[in-house]
């Protein structure tokens, strides 16, 4: 797990956010997937780049875990 990065149930329904702040790492994604630029980003919701790369390093992490198995015919 990432330091930046925290999972708690009592913090926006346990998805995963920016520690000490209520920012979702989806939210980060998605926002930089749109075009938006990591400074701005982090401008916007009064973050840290490295706060930013943290997400997209967990969202990497979360990529590589993922797998296609093939079911029975």
Same mark, same amino acid.
């Given at each position: 797990?990432?330091?930046?990065?925290?999972?708690?149930?009592?913090?926006?329904?346990?998805? /995963?956010?920016?520690?000490?702040?209520?920012? /979702?790492?989806?939210?980060?994604?998605?926002?930089?997937?749109?075009?938006?630029?990591?400074?701005?980003?982090?401008?916007?919701?009064?973050?840290?780049?490295?706060?930013?790369?943290?997400?997209?390093?967990?969202?990497?992490?979360?990529?590589?875990?993922?797998?296609?198995?093939?079911?029975?015919?």
């Amino acid at each position: 797990m990432n330091e930046r990065i925290v999972l708690d149930a009592s913090i926006h329904h346990g998805a /995963p956010v920016i520690k000490g702040t209520r920012v /979702p790492v989806a939210t980060i994604i998605g926002n930089l997937a749109g075009g938006m630029s990591r400074q701005d980003v982090a401008r916007e919701y009064d973050l840290q780049v490295a706060d930013i790369e943290a997400a997209l390093s967990y969202a990497a992490e979360l990529v590589e875990g993922e797998r296609a198995v093939a079911l029975a015919k």
